[in-house]
C-alpha cells in the first residue's frame, strides 16, 4: 500500500480521537469518567476481539501478556481514567494539548530506563512541544474552563501522561514478538479488569455504570462514542503503522491538537486566541522532531 494512503489513514485517526473526546466531554455531564472508561474498553474488547477472530489469531508468549498485562493496567486503566477526568474539567481543546506530552515523557523514560538514545532533533523537539503546550495552557482565562476546574484539570491530565507513557514503555518490550492487534486486544482486555476489580473494590462499580444502563439515549451516546474514538480510531492507527514508518504514523496521528482547534471554533463555539493555534502548531512540530530524532 502507498504511503500516502497510510499517512491519510493516521490522520484520520487522529480526527476520530478528536471527535470522540468532543462527544466523551459532552457525556462527562452525565456520566463519571470511571464509567465513561469502562464503558468504552468494553466496546473496544468486543469489537477487537471479533476483528481478531476473522485476522490475526497468533499465539502470544506469557512474557508478553505479563507485559502488555502491565501496560494495560497503566494506561488504559488508570491513564485513560485520568485522561476522562481531566477532559471533562478542561474540555476536549486542553485536554488534548496536554496529552501531547506523552510522547516527551515516553522518550525520556525510554532514554533513562532503556537506555535509548535520542539525537539533537529529539531533543529540539522536547523543548517545542514543551513551548507548544506552556504557551496554550498559560494562556489567561483559558476558553470555556471554569477558573476551579483548570489546576485539578492539569494534574489530572499529567497523571494521565506518566501512566499513559509508563504503559508504552512496557507495550514496547513486548511488541517485539507479538503483532499490534493482539497486543492492543491483551491491553483493553488488562485495561477492563484492572477497572472492574478497582469498581468492586471501592464500591463504585454500579455508580459508574447506573446512569448509563438507566437511559438507553446515554447508552447509545457511549456506544456510539466508543466506536468513533476506541475502535476506529484504534483500528485506523494500527494501519497506518502497518503499511509506513512509525516515525510517520506517529507523528501524524499526534495531530489531535490541531484537528481541535476548528471543532471548538465552529461546534463548541469558544473563542480560539492567535496565541493558543500558535502554541498548538508548535508542540505537534515538536512531536515531530522527537519522532525525527530517535536514536
Partial sequence: MHHGWAGAFALISAFLWTLSAIL???????VLPAGMNLGKGLV????????????????????????LGISGILGI??????????????????????TILIPVVTVILAAAILRESL???????IFFTLLGVLLVLLEHEPAGVRPKDFKPGIIYGVLSVLCCA????????????????????????????????????????GVWLKPVFNDPVLLKKLLFAS?????????????????????????LNSTSPLFILPLSFFVLKEK????????????????????????
Fill in 24 to 30: 466523551f466531554k459532552k457525556l462527562g455531564k452525565e
Fill in 44 to 67: 473496544a474488547l468486543i469489537l477487537l476481539g471479533i476483528l481478531i477472530l476473522f485476522t490475526d489469531r497468533k499465539p502470544v508468549s506469557n512474557h508478553a501478556i505479563i507485559f
Fill in 77 to 98: 486503566s488508570l491513564g485513560d481514567t485520568f485522561y476522562f477526568e481531566s477532559l471533562v474539567r478542561l474540555g476536549p481543546r486542553l485536554s488534548l494539548i496536554v
Fill in 119 to 125: 539525537l539533537l532533533t529529539g531533543w529540539f523537539g
Fill in 166 to 205: 509508563a504503559g508504552i514503555l512496557f507495550s514496547k518490550t513486548a511488541l517485539g514478538s507479538t503483532s499490534v492487534l493482539p497486543a492492543t486486544f491483551i491491553r483493553q482486555v488488562a485495561g477492563v479488569t484492572g477497572l472492574i476489580f478497582l469498581g468492586l473494590g471501592n464500591f463504585k462499580l
Fill in 227 to 251: 466506536f468513533i474514538g476506541t475502535f476506529l480510531g484504534t483500528l485506523f492507527s494500527i494501519m497506518a503503522l502497518k503499511y509506513t514508518y512509525a516515525a510517520i504514523a506517529a507523528t
Fill in 272 to 295: 480560539i486566541s492567535l496565541r493558543a493555534v500558535i502554541g498548538s502548531f508548535v508542540a505537534v512540530a515538536g512531536v515531530s522532531l522527537i519522532f525525527l530524532g530517535g536514536g
